[in-house]
């Protein structure tokens, strides 16, 4: 419909009024995250070319600022522009559509030697550092010095992400080794990523958790957790004990199989505003098989 309305086309220059052309802008480009986020959640082939598409980015920002203060704090909570987190949403969707065309569709490393293959790893990873290094400081999670634990901002900052920590997942995911074999001979420490960023996407849903946000944010929430989830039981399955004198296999098993379980309980919560959300809670108790109490905090 967005491309029956022609709103992909730039309309800058068209006759109409400018509140109607920025109106336009808006519509589409949420369209356009709607479309990458479907596609990687749903595997489905997005619906946007970027070739097609020749659309500006919004231009006019709201005046207010986005702010989540509780009522019964004194303390203020960060702030960030409408125009700032949205124009930042589009270009990590944009690398996450890339990203997805790139690796998840049918034929996309089918005939791909392992030069091209590791070529395409690293460009865009490059890009999602890129992505990252640029944020604004008003988009940034940062931790607190005194405790170590995140300043948390508000939910579409938190959202914004898990888009990005589960980007990253899905960039080096298909790269990890198997048990007999790897698929190229990356620079990369594919595993070591994926681990980080998974621990980045639960950090974040147990501070929402903490302070009851979980149940205001997005459905494609569902996706991140469980993409993250996955990420854990692959290490909690995988992970052979060892007599090495630091971190035990057994340990490393352990903390993992604990992490699935936050991820379920996270799931749990959700479950409350989406109930799509139980049956990803069902699928990593049984992909894990050890929805056990004494996991349970």
Known sequence: MAQDLGLHRNCD??????????????????CYVVDRLASAMYGR???????????????????DLIREDDPNSSIKQPTFRLLEGFTNLIKICDILGHVLKNIYYVRSLQYTGAKQADSVLTTWN???QQWYDHLPDSLQIKKDSSNSNHTLPPTAVCQLHMIYHTTVILLHRPFIPGPNQSLLPSLLPCASICSAAADAVL???????????????????VYYIFTSGSIFIRTACTVKPNNAPSLSSDDKSLEAKVKVTKCMQALDEIEATWTTASKSCQILAELSGFRDPDFQD
Request: aromatic share 12%.
């Open 45 to 63: 082939a997005s619906t946007f070319e970027e070739r097609d598409c020749d659309v500006p980015f919004p231009t006019v920002d709201d005046d």
């Open 203 to 221: 950090s974040i849903t147990n501070a929402m958790l903490a302070e009851n946000k979980l149940r205001y944010v997005m459905n494609y929430a």
């Open 13 to 30: 220059h068209w006759n109409i009024p400018p509140e109607e052309c920025e109106r336009r802008k808006r519509v589409f480009w949420c």
């Open 126 to 128: 490059k890009k999602l």
